[in-house]
């Protein structure tokens, strides 16, 4: 039976939720239950229902307004997080090409490739850097996949970011490279449901 990927440590899983400004702390997940300084950053600018064989959490609020929220999405193998945020920026557009959505990608392959060689979760590397189409659905999405190793199981780490109405869209998740396969059908059900919300 597949089983869930294991956790990554505490420090590096923080860092790879969200990945801040370079040489920055992360927020803390103590602080998701805060009101944010900002109602703008409470307010999805995708409807969040879960598809059928996933669960997903209430929205979880960080106090920094920047960073926006969270949800999970659980399907008992795969635990998906999904985050909103602008970086306190006035203006995000949805055009995936351009420079405003290229760096916030080549951020996070920043963050994550300092986070990944400072937690020692070695070897790693990055085996995809590309857009997608999420699922079946129009949306579009930068797709960064890391294959890594840890506690000595092969595990592939996936970022996939998009933009809408001056927000940051990114589902982050971590597979066993062993249950990648059989769990195709079930991610492909999330990424369309995802998708198909972005584009209403």
């Not at 307010?43 to 999970?72: C, K």
């Not at 294959?147 to 592939?156: A, E, I, K, M, S």
């Not at 940051?168 to 059900?189: C, G, M, V, W």
Request: charged share 20%; net charge negative; no cysteine.
């Amino acid at each position: 039976m597949p089983q869930k990927p294991n956790h990554l440590p505490a420090a590096l899983a923080m860092a790879l939720a969200l990945t801040a400004t370079i040489g920055t702390a992360v927020f803390a997940p103590a602080t998701t239950h805060a009101q944010p300084k900002d109602d703008r950053a409470a307010h999805p600018v995708i409807a969040l229902q879960a598809p059928d064989g996933w669960t997903r959490t209430p929205i979880n609020l960080y106090l920094n307004r920047n960073m926006g929220f969270s949800v999970e999405y659980d399907n008992e193998v795969v635990t998906a997080t999904l985050f909103q945020y602008d970086r306190g920026l006035d203006h995000i557009p949805d055009d995936l090409a351009h420079d405003i959505v290229r760096e916030e990608v080549d951020r996070n392959i920043e963050a994550i490739t300092d986070r990944l060689e400072s937690g020692r979760m070695l070897p790693f590397e990055l085996l995809h850097d590309e857009l997608i189409t999420l699922g079946d659905s129009a949306q579009q999405a930068h797709w960064l996949r890391y294959q890594l190793t840890h506690r000595g199981v092969t595990q592939y780490h996936d970022n996939l970011i998009w933009s809408k109405d001056n927000q940051f869209l990114k589902l982050r998740y971590t597979i066993n490279q062993a249950d990648d396969e059989h769990q195709r059908p079930s991610i492909h059900a999330l990424l369309t449901r995802l998708g198909n919300n972005s584009q209403e």
